[in-house]
């Protein structure tokens, strides 16, 4: 983990709400680590056709096969949820084990 006292670049130091990253799977990667560590929870859930870089956590939550094919297995517990099916994410949540809901808004290929 970032460690703020190994900060010397004159911007703030890193707190929990927050974490340095240079690409945006490298972002994904730290969510996924911080939910994890946070909430002791094993699972992740992202939206179908999702696309949050190439790195292994982040492919993991990838949602089309062409990318992920030939790279498994992923990481264990990251489920897709139809986009907008708010009921098929609820009928998840309920089930308490989940650590993190990963979205983003522009999605690569939907
Ligand atoms: C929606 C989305 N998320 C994440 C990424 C990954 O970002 P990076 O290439 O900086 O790792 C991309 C890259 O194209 C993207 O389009």
Redesign the pocket.
Known sequence: MFSPSSCSTGLPAASPRWSPAN???EAVEAAIKVARAATGRPRVLYGEHA???LTLGALSLNGNAEFRDGFGPLLPGCQPVPFGDTEALAAQLERGDVAALVL?P?R?RA
Do not use: I, K, P, R
Request: no cysteine; hydrophobic share 35%.
């Open positions: 690409s945006g799977t696309f949050h870089g983003e522009f690569a």
